[in-house]
């Protein structure tokens, strides 16, 4: 009963092993052991032991032992069948083989299964050192920190050990059923993806066959950004001696194969069709096997280009540019070529990323080696030195600037074009474009007192020329301090240069302001064009530079403190030019009042001259102004100070400064010239206030002359002129740059008659404007004025005002001709032309009723009127007479009751007894015809040709004022010919006069022109 149960039990266990249904929790080594070593069928036993796999080493190793022991018989059958090693019949041996197992299928198969159990189990020994390379992660231990006062606890531990600190033990990333039953290559993708770097080695180690056609597959599989030291026993490495790759070291489990692993017995059992449905009945698992490649080995260019390849995948995943670093440092090492140079730049693009100072824009940091490799030698340093600060710099550059200068020197060198100079070059050519502090910086580093080691520029004649292109070629203005504290840094060289070293010296000086002065082939002259022109000077030159540098340097500072600065290069292309002295000279006497600063006090203005005096130089080298003589310089402060309206303070500065001695009419001068800007600015004519104003209190500061009393005058009278709202186009006002500009200031006067209707009324005020426009002792403008007033007088119909003022013209006109001795005199001419036409002009005017003044004007207009004139004048005069006779006559026969009284027709009572005796002079000197004559048609026709001719040329032309001036002529006639007994016809004098009348007063200023 009990054997019963047993032999139940073992079928049990054996069906539950073979099926797969007995869990591994409930297999034991015992149980394996007793119940396979029951069963006698070797076949069963070995398959059933390469069907079951297991988690657990031991039980592994067991299951694969037993399998192992069960095709032992077989395997002796087999050695027995194969040939010995001396035997050369291979071919006759296999085919006996196949043969073989063809009768005895079972050895086949059972030489198949021990091949898949001899893999696995040298897989298992693997997997056991694959667990000893485990990585051990160290768990931080929270340290406690024991308190002073119980260091002598009586109850701590006296004999405690050593701590161990607890670990972390971390199990492989696959198991062991896996790992015997993977693809060994898919395995070795597993620990390389999880950086298990020693199972990696100790895979190589032990299946290198198998591995090495895929090993650099298995190292694309490595994390990027994984250490390379972590893992350098599986980079590639070269052979000096061969140029080639060298392989890994390796030892498998068994050095030699196994009998039912020869190629022979393989082809044998494949030939025999021994397996034909064995992997289906049996349910074996494939044989895991490497895919078959060949053991290439690369030649170290092909190791070389993987490197490269390397490199760029890493910093482009990642952009660890230590890790590539790292890597290619290993590669050098390990004899690989043409890692050198990418060694250089991945060092020195790792000081670039690491070391060098950073910026807070993240944009700027992502460096991969392809835009390191794109980037010239310059933009290189740029990027060094692209977050440096003025305090940083010398450090910056000493440290990643210069290695990477010296190994492209290297590189020249290796490459057989050394360029020694290359370092020097590129460093200065950073230099010449950086900014002022960061040219300080580079320069207190390089002073001549420092140990040459430690300079950063090593000669002293670079610097000087280094410092003259940096300082002449920046647009700077304000970096004064910054430009001084450059120069402080210069080397002081003592030598004596004969006079013919100096002209030469101050000759390219000269040159060089035409070499900054923009063209069109170069707007501006950079500091690399400026080194190329300072290179070939010599020592004496440089040092003269240096000198008129210091001069430039203390101009600069004095035209920035001003409110005026310029570029250092001004002064080189000024240096030659008066104009441009000038020019500045002004801006800099202007723009000092007119700054932020407003100068105030007396004391300011006076250090406003020194410093100009200063910049006209006093020793050999000339100033910023030193084309400018010392008067002109003085001249053109005081018109700043004017310019700023700051009168008192130039009348204290006239009394009390002994540099500011003028001649009487350069003091003139310069204040006209000043009240002419501000009246040419002004935007009103109003003397009261604004630059008008200003224009007006500049003349009090000399004392006051003619010239200025008259400009005051002139100014006083473009006051006024604008009172009187006259303007220049319709609507807008006449500005007082347009007053001064008019060619005939009468026409003003004109305008301002013209434009208001009661201004003829105030004659002493029109004189006066006339007089302070500039006429006061020009007589034919005041006669002129005189004629404008009683023409618009006239035009107003007030005939006793323009008769007085007629009145007034003829007595000036008179005494004018009796000083003068005569009508030779242009002045007299001028004024005898237009006081006549005037007289004339009113004397036949039919409106104005008092015949015996219109006489009285008619002979003055005889009596001054030129020859050729007299035959019009007399005619209008004559009619005038007989007229004035019929109307007596009229009223004696109406005061008479019929009675008539008769006249004679040459009665001259109503001329004065002047002009009736000079108008018989002159009609006997010039022997005329008898009056009457005049009153024929021949005679008439001749009067009004006469004097249509003389209308036409008349030097002035009548305005409009209130109704047609034509329709009132044209109304008086009327009334004249209808009391009058004779009529006139169209080609009358009298009416050719109307219409020349008509025409305004504008025949005051000129022959035809416009008002």
Known sequence: MIMAMAEEEREKVLFSLKEGKLTDEELTVNNVRDVLKAIHDDLWVSVACSDRLVDDLTLQRVILEVGLERTQTALERVKDILPSESDTGKQTSAETLTEYFRELPVDAQLCHVRAILLKRLDRLNTFVELCKEQPIVPVEKEVEVEDPEWEDDPWAETNAGPVTPRTNVILPPVTLSAFLTTDLLQSAFILAIHQWFGALRVLHYRHRACLWPHRFTILEHIPAHANPTDYHFLLPSCDSLTSSEQRFDASEWRSEKDVSELPTVRLAVQSSDALSGFDTIIDSTPVITAPEAPEDILNAESVSEWYQKRVDDIIEATGMIDIVLTLIQHGASQNVPHLDE????????????????????????????????????????????????PSTLPHDITHFVMPY???????????????????????????????????????????????????????????????????YGSDSLNEWSTMSGIFECLPVWEMTAADNEEDAADMTISSLGAFVTPSTSRPRATPSDLLIFFNPLPLSSLSRALDILDVHLESGEIFSRWSVPAPLRWFLQSSNSLAEQRAWANRMARRAGGSEDELTSLEDWEWLLEDMLKLAGETKIKGAFGLLPRDEIIRIYFGGLLSTGKFEVAKDLLRKTTQLKFEKESLEDICLACSHEFYDNASSGNYKFGEMKLAYECLDVPPLSDRLIKEKEFIEATSRLSSFNIVSRPGIPISPIEIRLTKDRLSLVSQVLSSNVDAYKHTEVILDLVYKLGFRDDIAAEVKAFAMLADTALQAEDFSRAYETSQRMIDTVLNLRATLMGIGDPKVREASEVCWVACFQLGRQPEFDDV???????????????????????????????EDLEARQERLETSHNGAVTTVHPKNTKSLPKTAASSLQTRLRDFHMPSPPLLNTPDARALASKTFNTVAANFPFSVGHRGRSQFSQLSQGDERSRSGSRKGTGTDDVQTQASRVFSKGIGWLIGADEDI
């Open 342 to 389: 990418l060694g250089e730049d991945l060092s020195l693009l790792s000081r670039l990323v690491y070391d060098v100072p950073r910026g807070h824009k993240s944009e700027d940091e992502d460096w991969t080696l392809t835009r390191w490799r794109a980037m010239n030698p310059p933009a290189i340093i740029r990027a060094y030195l692209a977050h440096s600060t």
């Open 405 to 471: 200068l010296f190994v492209l020197e290297s590189r020249a060198e290796r490459a057989g074009k050394p360029e020694p100079q290359l370092p020097k070059r590129l460093l200065y050519e950073y230099i010449l474009h950086a900014p002022l502090e960061m040219v300080l910086s580079v320069f207190e580093a390089s002073k001549p007192t420092l140990p040459a080691a430690q300079r950063i520029i090593k000669q002293e004649d670079d610097m000087v020329r280094l410092s003259l292109a940096c300082l």
């Open 852 to 882: 015996d003044k219109k006489l009285l004007l008619l002979g003055r207009a005889i009596e001054i009127c030129p020859p050729d004139r007299l035959h019009d004048v007399l005619t209008a005069w004559r009619r005038l007479e007989n």
